[in-house]
């Protein structure tokens, strides 16, 4: 099995940053991709962006120059730096981990809000 951990989510003004943090545990073998999902109230789960072990960063097009992902691969930990942020970006956010034998795992998420 295989737990992740989100923590860094919290109430933040319009054009404020807030960083993510998830730490992984449990039997990895192999992280091959690492990423943080969101849902808004009322809306379906969401990309904003992935990292493979190896490197390669996609975002989401609405995150795009804002966040900014990062990942540790000695210690399965994951980040996201998120600045300039909009009321729009308000959801709970979600820690992914695909593993290679295993398949996929999610954290618990943690909550960002954006006021304006």
């Known amino acids: 099995q295989v737990q992740l951990v989100e923590s860094g989510g919290g109430l933040v003004q319009a054009g404020g940053s807030l960083r993510l943090s998830c730490a992984a545990s449990g039997r990895i073998f192999s992280a091959d991709v690492m990423g943080w999902y969101r849902q808004a109230p009322g809306k379906e789960r969401e990309l904003v962006a992935r990292i493979t072990s190896g490197g390669t960063i996609t975002y989401a097009d609405s995150v795009k120059g804002r966040f900014t992902i990062s990942r540790d691969n000695t210690k399965n930990t994951l980040s996201l730096q998120m600045n300039s942020l909009k009321p729009e970006d308000t959801a709970v956010y979600y820690c992914?981990?695909?593993?290679?034998?295993?398949?996929?795992?999610w954290g618990r998420g943690t909550q960002v809000t954006v006021s304006s």
């Open positions: 992914k981990l695909f593993e290679r034998f295993t398949g996929d795992y």
